[in-house]
């Protein structure tokens, strides 16, 4: 196994302890749930993660970059990539997970641009570039090391197009009301955008 490919795993393994920590952390601050917001009626088989180990993700898809300018996915991964699917309004796990992520990069021996690249996409179109480069620029000042802004992007699109990217890596989640019933999920891509592991998922209620 070639020895970036180990750094990146020894980088995803420390990213998974802090995304649990992070997550414990969440569960004892959640929010009272909405008695607005009903997803009981949601099906297990409707929201979670089937990996797609060795399959292609499409990297023709078109995404908007910070600035909104549009951004072919094959241009980023081009280096081994820690993909995360979030929402950026999100008042559940996406923030604690994220920021486990950043605590993850200032302790992991690989070197964030040189080893990895991290891509951050909202799956809601209501999200816009601005809030996109608000939350790079908050994540890339957690990171204690240096790191370029190309590092670790943060990208919007449309509807149709994140949910093609959520269904090409088994990312299942669902709009209930105005937010999403999803799970947390890190993502290991490959220079050619092939799925290599998916770790920590977990099912998670967004509600307000």
């Known amino acids: ?23 414990a952390w969440a569960k004892t601050t959640a929010n009272t749930p909405s008695t607005t917001s ?5 099906k297990p088989e409707e929201v979670g993660i089937d990996e797609r180990l060795g399959e292609l993700v499409p990297l023709d898809i078109v995404l908007r970059d910070e600035e909104g300018h549009p951004v072919s996915l094959g241009t980023l991964v081009d280096q081994p990539t820690i993909l995360t699917l979030n929402y950026f309004r999100c008042a559940g796990i996406c923030s ?7 605590e993850a990069v200032n302790l992991s ?4 641009g040189r080893d990895y ?7 809601d179109d209501r999200d816009t570039a601005e809030i996109a480069a608000k939350k790079r620029s908050n994540y890339v000042q957690e990171v204690k090391r240096a790191i370029s802004p190309a590092d670790w992007r ?25 937010d999403f019933v ?22 998670v209620r ?3």
């Not at 604690?96 to 950043?102: K, S, T």
């Not at 690249?117 to 799956?123: A, M």
């Open 1 to 23: 196994m070639p020895k970036y490919v180990h750094r990146v795993l020894s980088c995803l393994t420390v990213i998974i302890t802090a995304f649990i920590c992070t997550l």
């Open 38 to 42: 009903n997803t009981d009626s949601i």
């Open 96 to 102: 604690p997970q994220l920021n486990g992520v950043a």
């Open 109 to 112: 021996h690989a070197e964030i």
């Open 117 to 123: 690249r991290i891509i951050t996409v909202s799956f």
């Open 154 to 178: 943060f990208l919007t699109g449309d509807a149709a197009t994140t949910r093609r990217l959520a269904d090409a890596v088994g990312f299942k989640f669902k709009k209930v009301g105005g």
């Open 182 to 203: 999803h799970p947390a999920a890190l993502m290991l891509l490959s220079p050619k955008g092939v799925p290599g592991t998916t770790r920590a998922s977990v099912f």
């Open 206 to 208: 967004d509600k307000r």
